[in-house]
Nanobody, 124 residues
Framework: QVQLVESGGGLVQAGGSLRLSCAAS????????MGWFRRAPGKEREFVAA????????NYVDSVKGRFTISRDNAKSTLYLQMNSLKPEDTAVYYC?????????????????WGQGTQVTVSS
């Protein structure tokens, strides 16, 4: 069983940057597609970005395209989310997730393992 631990969240001013990390442990990580999701206060969980197991295919929600970049280092079993030009509406708890398939999906129900989340707060 893969275990995921997020880090890198915090408080940042609008226009600033953060890099989230998601460290995986346990069973193999390199064959799993990975994703980032977020949940803002009072809102449903939202897909943010996903990446296949090779890193060659990535997908983003429209609201973060051009600002966020998802990447992974399979040698380090770590997933990243570089977030630039942050906006107050990016404020949320961010979760990483892994699925037992090499292709990404935007559907959270198709992910098998979740981290505990890391808070990102963007002040205006």
């Amino acid at each position: 069983q893969v275990q995921l631990v997020e880090s890198g969240g915090g408080l940042v001013q609008a226009g600033g940057s953060l890099r989230l990390s998601c460290a995986a442990s346990g069973r193999t990580f390199s064959n799993a597609a990975m994703g980032w999701f977020r949940r803002a206060p009072g809102k449903e969980r939202e897909f943010v970005a996903a990446i296949n197991w090779t890193g060659g295919s990535r997908n983003y929600v429209d609201s973060v395209k051009g600002r966020f970049t998802i990447s992974r280092d399979n040698a380090k079993s770590t997933l990243y989310l570089q977030m630039n030009s942050l906006k107050p509406e990016d404020t949320a708890v961010y979760y990483c997730a892994a699925r037992r398939h090499w292709v990404w999906t935007q559907n959270p129900a198709e992910y098998d393992v979740w981290g505990q989340g890391t808070q990102v707060t963007v002040s205006s």
